[in-house]
């Protein structure tokens, strides 16, 4: 087990998993390591126990964690004058201020180190096994029953698993279409492409440089979709080729 | 498992100040671990229950909490905060006292 990378991964997944306080984020992930060592010292594999764990991650809901804190009648008269006060300043300074929207707080810094050049390999999603539910090439589409050429390939996984890039690259694009849902594009090194769609959420912006392993998202069932998965395009020199060849790392 | 979530509703507040009562400092996960271990498996806490106990418990000044680096991170350690020893006792006499009752009150010849 790479430790560092371990770490760091996980920090991100919580981070991603909606866990804002640092000081939270740096005692689930103490942990979680806690956890993963433990696993392997009773015999698990230390690959196995780190891709459980990070699913276990994937799937925790940070609301439970919120400390709901009864507030003493004196402080809620306290918070009431300070929210009137403070929606009255914004209520005189909100046109002349045009805020920009849909900018996230935290992007996630680079998980694992990896060779330059290389063409995007590996799962896009972290989970334990890919269930692939439509091949690439010819195939009757599920949705519109018309016979095509499928540029992709669609893995089942639940809303919310985190999708991750296969390689090196620059996301070239990101956005709502009416077919792919969300999507990101990335740009990678020899004429490499990759496309992920129908995404719940979108962790990276355009133009970003990304490493290979970071979180750029999570599933979902966004754009034409009948159920969660992740539709997942490599293309070289713009023409789609199989992403199947390309899953092991 | 969903019966003992009900039951550690009103219960995991004392549960987490006697272990750290009688084991001096703990990490969570230490406590999670410590509690499946003396249950036979029976209790497994989530982080979802033991972090915001932890916090909870700290900001009502029952605990409080020190950190330390080990093998590279930071580690969170819970501690029963000396000056409140009195009340922590007493929160844990008072749910031993309900069990008990409770015992009396479930014994299958009554």
């Known amino acids: 087990m790479n430790s560092d990378h371990t770490t760091n991964r996980i920090s991100d997944l919580l981070r991603l998993a909606g866990f804002k306080d640092k000081h939270t984020v740096e005692e689930l992930t103490d942990h979680y390591l806690s956890h993963i060592e433990n696993e392997v010292k009773l015999g698990v594999n230390s690959q196995q126990a780190v891709r459980?764990?990070?699913?276990?991650?994937?799937?925790?809901?940070?609301?439970?964690?919120?400390?709901?804190?009864?507030?003493?009648a004196n402080r809620w008269i306290l918070l009431c004058v300070f929210l009137l006060t403070t929606l009255g300043f914004f209520f005189l300074q909100s046109n002349s201020t045009k805020e920009k929207l849909n900018t996230p707080s935290n992007t996630p810094t680079p998980l694992a180190l990896q060779?330059?050049?290389?063409?995007?390999?590996?799962?896009?999603?972290?989970?334990?096994?890919?269930?692939?539910?439509?091949?690439?090439?010819?195939?009757?589409?599920?949705?519109?029953?018309?016979?095509?050429h499928h540029r992709g390939i669609d893995i089942r996984a639940k809303i919310g698993t985190p999708v991750i890039a296969t390689g090196t690259g620059k996301v070239i694009e990101t956005g709502f279409k009416k077919k792919p849902g969300k999507y990101i594009i990335i740009q990678h090194e020899e004429g490499f492409t990759t496309k992920f769609y129908h995404l719940s959420e979108i962790a990276v912006e355009e133009n970003e440089?990304?490493?290979?392993?970071?979180?750029?998202?999570?599933?979902?069932?966004?754009?034409?979709?009948?159920?969660?998965?992740?539709?997942?395009?490599?293309?070289?020199?713009?023409i789609p080729v199989n992403p199947k060849e390309y899953l092991e790392p | 498992m969903d019966s003992n979530k009900k039951f550690l509703n009103g219960t995991l507040n004392t549960i987490v100040l006697a272990l750290l009562r009688d084991n001096g400092r703990m990490y969570g996960y230490e406590i999670c671990q410590k509690t499946k271990e003396a249950t036979n498996n029976q209790i497994n806490l989530t982080?979802?229950?033991?972090?915001?106990?932890?916090?909870?418990?700290?900001?009502?000044?029952?605990?409080?909490?020190?950190?330390?680096?080990?093998?590279?991170?930071?580690?969170?350690?819970?501690?029963?905060?000396?000056?409140?020893?009195?009340?922590?006792?007493?929160?844990?006499?008072?749910?031993?006292?309900?069990?008990?009752?409770?015992?009396?009150?479930?014994?299958?010849?009554?």
């Open chain 1, 52 to 72: 459980e764990t990070f699913q276990d991650i994937a799937n925790l809901d940070s609301s439970q964690f919120k400390v709901k804190k009864n507030l003493p």
């Open chain 1, 115 to 148: 060779i330059n050049n290389e063409p995007p390999n590996g799962a896009p999603i972290l989970q334990n096994t890919l269930d692939i539910t439509s091949d690439f090439g010819m195939r009757m589409h599920p949705y519109t029953k018309s016979r095509k």
């Open chain 1, 209 to 238: 440089e990304i490493k290979k392993g970071q979180i750029i998202g999570k599933v979902g069932n966004s754009g034409l979709s009948m159920m969660p998965h992740l539709h997942y395009e490599i293309l070289k020199d713009e």
């Open chain 2, 47 to 110: 982080e979802g229950a033991i972090y915001p106990t932890l916090h909870r418990l700290e900001k009502e000044g029952l605990l409080f909490s020190t950190k330390e680096k080990v093998n590279g991170r930071v580690r969170k350690y819970y501690h029963v905060n000396q000056s409140s020893i009195k009340e922590v006792n007493s929160q844990i006499n008072l749910l031993a006292q309900f069990v008990g009752n409770l015992r009396t009150l479930l014994k299958p010849s009554l």
